[in-house]
C-alpha cells in the first residue's frame, strides 16, 4: 500500500471508532450505571428511598440525582470523545481519506485555533495534495507563535523537497542549522540536496560536519562513499586557433586533441598538437599530469615533444598550485622550451579567485632573453553551472608570444592579442566533453623598425 511521504511522523497506536460507537458507548455506559443502581437498590434491606428522602426533604430529588448522574457521565465522555478526535484525524489521514481528515481539523481549530498538532497535521496533508501555497501559510502560522518548533521547521523544509525546490531546501536548511545546530537530519537534508544538484564538494563538506556530530549515520556515511566514488573517468577536449598578422602572412591554425582520464589522485592527459605555420604543417605531443598532493594543493607536470621545427623539439614543465584562504588560489611554475637553434626559459604564475559561481585568473608569463625580456598577460573568467565539472570560461592575452621559436625573437618583435572560450560539461557519470576556440592577432616588429 502506498503511503505518503513524512506519514512516519505520524504512525501512532490508535484505535480508531465511528462517531456512532462512541455514542452507543455513552448510552450503554450510562445504561448500565442505571442498573446497577436499580439491582443495589432492589437488594438492600432498608428503605433507601426513606433516607433520601430525609436527606434531599422530597422523594424527587432522588430522580434529580440520577438526572445529574446521567448528564455528568455523558459530558465526560464526551470530553473524552474531544482529546481523541486528533487521533481520529490522523488515522483517517493514513488511509489517505484527506477530506475526513480535513473535516475533523476545522472542528479542533475551530474549538482551539492554537491546536499547533492540528495546524501542522492539516499543512502535512495539504502538502500530499500538492497544495503547497496553502500548507506553507499554515506551517508560517506555527511559526509565528513558535519560532523553534522542531517540527515546524521540519515540515517546513519538507514542503520545498515536495515541491522541487533545491535552493530553497538550502536556505531553510541553513536557517535550521544555526537554529538546531546538533540536529543531524537537517545537516543530511542538506548534503542530499547539494548531491542531487550535482554541487558534490559542497554536499561531502555538509557530511563531513554531519559525522563530526554522529560518527555512527549510516545514511551519511553511505553518501559519502558514493560521493568520492564519482567523479568523472574520462575527458576528450577539442579546440582551435586562427592567428593572423598585421603583415601579408598566410593565417596560422593551431588544431588540438586531448583524452584525459583519471586514475585515483592523478589526471593523466594525452594531447596532440597540430599546427600550420611558414606554409609546413607540424605535430606535437604532449603529456600532463595533475597530482593532488595536499588538500587544496597540487601538482602540475609537463612533457611534449615534436620532430617539426615550428614546435620544440622538446619541452617540460612543472607548477604547484595552492589553495589560500577567503577563496583565492595561486601558482607558480617555469616552462623549459629546447628550439634547434636554442633553449628558452619560461616563468609563470597566476592568481585566482572564486566568488559564488564565477571564478576569475590573472596569468603571467616572464621570458628572459638576449634582446630584451618578454611579458605576457592573460585574465580568465569562468562561470560554473552545477557542478565544478560544467563551466564555461572566456580568456583574452597580450604581449609578445612565449611559444613560438625564439630565432624570431632576434629579428623581430611578436607582440600579440588573444581572445578565446572553452568550456566542459558533465556527460554521465564518467565522461566530460570539453572544447574551445580562439582568435589571435600578431604584429610583427623587425628589430630595425
Known amino acids: 500500500m502506498w503511503f505518503p511521504e513524512g506519514i512516519d511522523r505520524l504512525v501512532k497506536p490508535v484505535f480508531l471508532n465511528p462517531i456512532s460507537a462512541h455514542l452507543t458507548d455513552i448510552i450503554f455506559l450510562n445504561v448500565a450505571l442505571f442498573g446497577m443502581i436499580a439491582i443495589l437498590i432492589s437488594g438492600l434491606k432498608i428503605n433507601l428511598f426513606s433516607m433520601l428522602s430525609r436527606y434531599f426533604h422530597k422523594k424527587g430529588s432522588l430522580f434529580l440525582l440520577l438526572v445529574v448522574l446521567f448528564f455528568t457521565t455523558t459530558r465526560t465522555l464526551v470530553a473524552q470523545k474531544v482529546s481523541v478526535t486528533f487521533e481520529e ?10 477530506d475526513q481528515a480535513k473535516k475533523i481539523i476545522g472542528q479542533l481549530l475551530k474549538k482551539n485555533p492554537n491546536n499547533i498538532d492540528a495546524r ?3 499543512a502535512r496533508i495539504q502538502g500530499w495534495q500538492k497544495n503547497f501555497p496553502d500548507a506553507r501559510k499554515e506551517v508560517n502560522t506555527v511559526l509565528k507563535k513558535q519560532p523553534k518548533n522542531l517540527e515546524a521547521r521540519e ?4 514542503l520545498e523537497r515536495w ?3 533545491p535552493q530553497a531546501v538550502l536556505d531553510l536548511s541553513d536557517k535550521a542549522i544555526a537554529d538546531f545546530p546538533a540536529k543531524v537530519d537537517f545537516y543530511y537534508t542538506k548534503a542530499n540536496t547539494l548531491h542531487s544538484m550535482g554541487k558534490k564538494e559542497e554536499s561531502e563538506k555538509t557530511l563531513t560536519q554531519l559525522l563530526a556530530i554522529d560518527p555512527q549515520h549510516k545514511e551519511a556515511t553511505a553518501l559519502l562513499k558514493k560521493i568520492k566514488s564519482q567523479g568523472y573517468q574520462n575527458h576528450i577536449y577539442a579546440s582551435y586557433k586562427r592567428s593572423r598578422f598585421d603583415r601579408d602572412y598566410n593565417l596560422w591554425h593551431l588544431w588540438v586533441v586531448e583524452y584525459g582520464r583519471k586514475i585515483n589522485k592523478c589526471h593523466v592527459l594525452a594531447r596532440t598538437n597540430i599546427a600550420e605555420r611558414f606554409d609546413d604543417t607540424g605535430v606535437q605531443y604532449e603529456l600532463d599530469l595533475y597530482r593532488s598532493l595536499l588538500p587544496k594543493q597540487y601538482l602540475y607536470l609537463n612533457a611534449g615533444y615534436s620532430g617539426s621545427s615550428i614546435f620544440p623539439k622538446s619541452s617540460y614543465g612543472a607548477e604547484l598550485y595552492q589553495g589560500l584562504p577567503k577563496k583565492f588560489e595561486a601558482s607558480g611554475g617555469i616552462r623549459f622550451l629546447d628550439f634547434d637553434s636554442t633553449n628558452v626559459t619560461l ?5 585566482g ?3 559564488g559561481d564565477y571564478w576569475v585568473s590573472y596569468r603571467l608569463y616572464y621570458t628572459p632573453k638576449d634582446i630584451g625580456d618578454s611579458v605576457s598577460h592573460f585574465v580568465s573568467l569562468r562561470r560554473y553551472f552545477n557542478s565544478k565539472y560544467t563551466f564555461v570560461t572566456i580568456f583574452a592575452g597580450e604581449g609578445q608570444s612565449p611559444d613560438q621559436d625564439p630565432f624570431w625573437y632576434k629579428v623581430t618583435k611578436l607582440e600579440k592579442i588573444q581572445f578565446g572560450i572553452n568550456g566542459q560539461k558533465e556527460m554521465g557519470p564518467d565522461w566530460i566533453i570539453k572544447a574551445g576556440a580562439s582568435l589571435e592577432k600578431q604584429e610583427i616588429r623587425w628589430n630595425g623598425d
Open 353 to 355: 579567485y572564486y566568488c
Open 155 to 158: 515540515l517546513q523544509i519538507e
Open 163 to 165: 515541491g522541487d525546490n
Open 347 to 351: 616563468y609563470t604564475g597566476s592568481i
Open 89 to 98: 484525524a490522523r488515522a483517517e489521514a493514513l488511509v489517505k481519506n484527506y
Open 120 to 122: 501542522l497535521l492539516l
